[in-house]
Antibody
Framework: EVQLLESGGGLVQPGGSLRLSCAVS????????MTWVRQAPGKGLEWLSA????????NYADSVKGRFTVSRDNSKNTMYMQMNSLRAEDTAVYYC?????????????????WGKGTKVTVSS | EIVLTQSPATLSLSPGERATLSCRAS??????LAWYQQKPGQAPRLLIY???NRATGIPARFSGRGSGTDFTLTISSLEPEDFAVYYC?????????FGGGTKVEI
């Protein structure tokens, strides 16, 4: 069974940092791109970042570019999101998600399996 | 950044009725659009990818169509478990974006 488990969320002061982890099992992690998505309380989904299967390609939403960094360790079956300079508007549930697969040799960057999410609260 | 506009914001229907949800893109996304379903307290679930392909395990009552800037998700006959929020998402360029969602309520 494919499983994704986020961790590392919590309460942090504005300007602080957190590192989220996404540990996966049940599939060949190194073969799939991965994505982070967040959802602020009572709001819709916000796409944040994606990373290729090898980790050599990353992309970000403008709202987090320069503050958040996505990475992965394929030997540990884990993806990370380093979040710096956190703001109140970063308060959300953060989901990691597995890519659907490949289309004509390129990742879809659609998300077919999701974790349950980890909550991040930025507040003084 | 491509803006996806979903309409209506809320759709009030009864079980057995047909639901038609719209997603309009601010510029062409070709057929590179997906639909997700999210129930309260749960992670989203992929329903449709590349406009019209059902994801694994998705019932045939869910169908998608469209290309360019206008897309539709249709639920042919609503089951009680279909009452949820639905989001569209494109993959034509970076950054990917989601629409604001349509809530299908009883």
């Amino acid at each position: 069974e494919v499983q994704l488990l986020e961790s590392g969320g919590g309460l942090v002061q504005p300007g602080g940092s957190l590192r989220l982890s996404c540990a996966v099992s049940g599939f060949t992690f190194s073969s799939f791109a991965m994505t982070w998505v967040r959802q602020a309380p009572g709001k819709g989904l916000e796409w944040l970042s994606a990373i290729s299967s090898s980790g050599d390609k990353t992309n970000y939403a403008d709202s987090v570019k320069g503050r958040f960094t996505v990475s992965r360790d394929n030997s540990k079956n884990t993806m990370y999101m380093q979040m710096n300079s956190l703001r109140a508007e970063d308060t959300a549930v953060y989901y990691c998600a597995k890519d659907l697969g490949y289309s004509f040799g390129q990742p879809y960057y659609y998300m077919d399996v999701w974790g349950k999410g980890t909550k991040v609260t930025v507040s003084s | 950044e491509i803006v996806l506009t979903q309409s209506p914001a809320t759709l009030s229907l009864s079980p057995g009725e047909r639901a038609t949800l719209s997603c309009r893109a601010s510029q062409s996304v070709s057929s590179y659009l997906a639909w997700y379903q999210q129930k309260p307290g749960q992670a989203p679930r992929l329903l449709i990818y590349d406009a019209s392909n059902r994801a694994t395990g998705i019932p045939a009552r869910f169908s998608g169509r469209g290309s360019g800037t206008d897309f539709t998700l249709t639920i042919s006959s609503l089951e009680p478990e279909d009452f949820a929020v639905y989001y569209c998402q494109h993959r034509i360029n970076w950054p990917r974006t989601f629409g604001g969602g349509t809530k299908v309520e009883i």
